[in-house]
């Protein structure tokens, strides 16, 4: 079997007339007719059945019809991503990922893609959450870890990574840092430490107090480690990304789960991309990152407990 005459009879079946799939396929309708009885002869089975100047699927077409449209996808896909590797030397790949991230799996997933893709160039970005969705927008990036704030749009690949509960970092000084877990209306009189740009310093409040119920005032910092320099200080409290306690923390602050009327607080974490630029490597990149998060959670996991 030919993949044209795959082509010619998907053409066939979207234009419903063997004239204007002729047309649109720039042959004649007699060869284009040929292709057909030829595709039906080499299967062994009715495809269309015709009935004067109208036609009609058989079950093995509509079967064959809706295949077809996938195979020919892939195939697209194929060539797309095969001259896209071919044509461009500096091949590169740009992610962005949260700025108060705060967990080593993307660490990781950075090291093992670099070793088993060496001709890759990684360009690697952080920023807030509106941020990511700008640059991801207008092309600077090609892929953000980010977490799911809005409904998925149909325009990009919505991958889900991972549904991790939130932690916050506070100084070991405090008494609340003795909890197994901890509460928002624990935190209530506590400042909560946001890392954020000047720019997204409203936008991140704004997500925090209404949208998940931080009662309290905010203190800001450019980075992941200003706030924790914050923290260690005994100033408040930080929200961060990543998975349970980071055994590299040490005793100047614990991370701790946090608690909403009696259950976990849980985020929903996912790499985006536009779907017209994606390929081979950022899907690669992405299920690495899913394979790693799932890796981290199982290690972490501990039997009986139910809340984390």
């Known amino acids: ?6 082509q010619y009879f998907v053409s066939v079946v979207n234009a419903n007339s063997f004239t204007e799939a002729a047309e649109r396929m720039y042959i004649s309708q007699s060869a284009i007719s040929q292709q057909m009885r030829a595709l039906e002869d080499e299967l062994g089975v009715e495809l269309i059945h015709r009935e004067k100047r109208r036609f009609s699927l058989t079950p093995a077409g509509e079967y064959f019809y809706r295949n077809s449209l996938r195979v020919l996808d892939e195939v697209e896909r194929l060539k797309r991503e095969t001259i896209q590797i071919g044509t461009y030397d500096d091949t590169r790949l740009r992610v962005g990922y949260l700025r108060c ?7 990781q997933v950075i090291a093992a893609f670099s070793e088993k893709y060496p001709e890759v160039s ?16 207008f092309g600077s990036v090609d892929m953000v870890l980010n977490d799911q704030r809005r409904a998925f749009s149909d325009a990009y690949v919505n991958f ?21 877990y901890v509460t928002l209306e624990e935190l209530r009189n506590i400042p909560c430490i946001l890392v954020a740009s000047k720019e997204q310093q409203e936008n991140e409040s704004e997500y925090y107090h209404n949208t ?23 100033r408040g409290f930080m929200p961060v990304e990543g998975i349970r306690q980071d ?10 789960p946090l608690f909403q009327n009696g259950e976990p607080v849980v985020r929903n974490y996912c790499a985006f991309w536009k779907k017209e630029r994606g390929g081979y490597y950022v899907e690669e990149f992405a299920d690495m990152l899913r394979q790693e998060f799932a890796a981290k959670q199982k290690r972490l996991r501990r039997p009986g407990d139910s809340r984390f």
Do not use: W
Request: glycine share 12%; with cysteine.
């Open 101 to 107: 991230y705060g967990g080593k799996e993307l660490h």
């Open 160 to 180: 889900e990574l991972v549904k991790s509960q939130c932690f916050i970092e506070i100084s070991g000084k405090s008494a609340l840092s003795r909890l197994e």
């Open 212 to 234: 998940l119920g931080f009662g309290g005032s905010f203190l800001f910092a450019e980075s992941l480690e200003e706030g924790r320099l914050m923290v260690a200080g005994n």
């Open 247 to 256: 055994p590299n923390l040490g005793v100047t602050f614990q991370r701790l």
């Open 122 to 137: 990684l360009e690697i970005v952080h920023g807030n959450h509106e941020d990511l969705y700008d640059l991801l927008r």
């Open 1 to 6: 079997m030919l993949l044209r005459q795959m």
